[in-house]
C-alpha cells in the first residue's frame, strides 16, 4: 500500500505536538509495510517568501496553487493508494481533497482540531468555551471577536475559509477521530458516523517506569485554557505538604503564577522549560500526572505518555480527556473544589492504579494497535 501523508508543518518556533505525532506515524507506518510518501509544507517556509508570495499568503488557505500543482504531480507520477492529510493551514489548504479527488484517489483526514467550524480551532475564547459558529454558514462571530490570532483582518479571512470548505471537508472519504469529542464534533458539523473512526495518536511506548512515583506532575503550555490557574486555586486548600510533591513543567504567559507557588509553598517545583525526554523522566518521578484543560482539550500527548509510564491521570471532564483517561484515573469538573477533591483521591489511590494504567496503554493506547486501525481505514477507503 502506498500512501501520501500531507501535512502543513507548525513553525518551529512554535512547540507542536502535532508535527511529533505526524512524524512517529510516518514511521509507524513504514515499519508496519506502507510505502509513504510525505508532502509537507512548513509555516517556516513564510520567512523566505517574496513580497510578492507575501502579499498573497492570506489567500493561501483557500487554495494555495503552487501546493495543489506539485500534489497534483506526486499523484501522477507515484499513483498513491490514499492521500492522508492533517493539518492543511496555511499553505496546502483543504483543496487537497480536491486535488486527489480529481486523480482518483481517496482522502483521509485526522481531525486535531476544531476547525472546520472554529476559527482558532479551540472552541475556546476570553476564557471561557465558545460555540457561537457552530451551526452557522460564515462564522461572523470568529471576525467580531478577532478569534484568529488576535486580528480582524486574518480572521476575516479564516473565516472566509471556513465558509468556503464547509462543502470540501464533507467530500473526505473518511475521518479519523483523535477522541469520541472530536467524532461527536464531525457528527454534528453533518458527517455520517460511518465515515468516522475514533483512533488517537500514537506515541512510542518507554516502557513502565521501573519503581513506585510520588506526589504528581503537570506538564503544559502555562496558558489559560490548560488550567493551571485552577490547579493552583485548588491546591493551595490543602495545606503544604499534605498531597506530597507537585512539579509543573511548561513555559507560557502564566509562568509568573508557577513561579510565585514555588517561591510560597515548599511542596511546589517550578520546572521551567523542558524537552520531552525531562518530561518523560518526571512522569516516572511522579505517582499522577495532572491534565486540568479548561477548555475542550483535544488529546494532550501528557495524558498518553503517562498511561504509557503505568501513571495514572486526574483530569477534568473537558473534551477527550475522560475518554483518554478511562478507568486509569480519575475525572473532575473544572472547578477549583471538584479539582481539589480529586487530588485527595488521588493521593490516596495512585498506587493502586499503576497497573490499570499501564494495562489502558497496551490494550488501546500502544502504536502497533492504532496504526493496525489505520491500516484499516485505508482499506475501507480503497475499496
Not at 484517489?105 to 472546520?116: E, G, L, S
Request: proline letters at 7%; hydrophobic letters at 45%.
Amino acid at each position: 500500500m502506498k500512501v501520501v501523508v500531507a501535512h502543513n508543518r507548525y513553525a518551529s518556533g512554535q512547540p507542536s505536538g502535532e508535527n511529533v505525532i505526524v512524524d512517529a506515524e510516518i514511521a509507524q507506518l513504514g515499519a508496519a509495510g506502507v510505502t509513504v510518501l510525505p508532502f509537507l509544507r512548513s509555516s517556516d517556509e513564510i520567512g523566505t517568501f517574496s513580497t510578492a508570495q507575501k502579499v498573497l499568503l492570506p489567500l493561501s488557505p483557500i487554495r494555495n496553487g503552487s501546493s495543489q500543482k506539485a500534489l497534483a504531480e506526486l499523484l501522477k507520477s507515484e499513483k498513491p493508494d490514499v492521500v492522508h492529510l492533517h493539518n492543511p493551514y496555511p499553505l496546502l489548504s483543504p483543496t487537497v481533497v480536491k486535488t486527489a479527488h480529481a486523480h482518483g484517489v481517496p482522502v483521509v483526514h485526522t481531525v486535531h482540531n476544531y476547525r472546520q467550524v472554529c476559527a482558532p480551532g479551540l472552541y475556546f475564547r476570553d476564557g471561557h468555551i465558545c460555540t457561537e459558529c457552530r451551526g452557522k454558514t460564515f462564522p461572523l462571530p470568529a471576525v467580531t471577536h478577532t478569534c484568529y490570532r488576535g486580528s480582524k483582518a486574518q480572521s476575516a479571512v479564516m473565516a472566509a475559509t471556513l465558509a468556503y470548505h464547509r462543502g470540501t471537508w464533507k467530500q473526505v472519504d473518511h475521518f479519523v477521530a483523535l477522541t469520541d469529542r472530536i467524532a461527536a464534533h464531525l457528527a454534528d458539523f453533518g458527517i455520517p458516523a460511518e465515515r468516522i473512526t475514533v483512533k488517537p495518536n500514537g506515541i512510542p511506548d518507554a516502557g513502565a517506569a521501573p519503581a513506585p512515583g510520588e506526589g504528581f506532575l503537570y506538564a503544559a503550555r502555562l496558558s489559560p485554557e490548560k488550567g493551571l490557574r485552577l490547579l493552583l486555586d485548588a491546591w493551595s486548600r490543602h495545606p503544604d505538604g499534605a498531597l506530597g510533591p507537585l512539579r509543573i513543567a511548561g513555559d507560557g504567559p502564566l509562568r509568573p503564577l508557577a513561579e510565585e507557588a514555588a517561591a510560597t509553598r515548599s511542596d511546589v517545583t517550578y520546572l521551567g522549560a523542558v524537552d520531552n525526554a525531562a518530561v518523560r523522566a518526571e512522569i516516572a518521578r511522579a505517582a499522577c500526572v495532572i491534565a486540568a484543560s479548561t477548555w475542550h482539550d483535544v488529546l494532550p500527548t501528557i495524558v498518553l505518555e503517562a498511561l504509557s509510564s503505568g501513571r495514572p491521570v486526574l483530569v477534568t471532564d473537558r473534551g477527550g480527556l475522560p475518554y483518554l483517561a478511562g478507568d486509569a484515573g480519575w475525572v473532575v469538573e473544572p472547578e477549583p473544589a471538584a479539582m481539589a477533591d480529586g487530588l485527595l483521591k488521588a493521593r490516596e489511590g495512585a498506587a493502586a492504579l499503576a497497573a490499570v494504567a499501564r494495562a489502558r496503554f497496551e490494550s488501546q493506547f500502544a502504536p502497533d494497535v492504532l496504526i493496525s486501525r489505520l491500516i484499516d481505514v485505508y482499506r475501507g477507503v480503497t475499496r
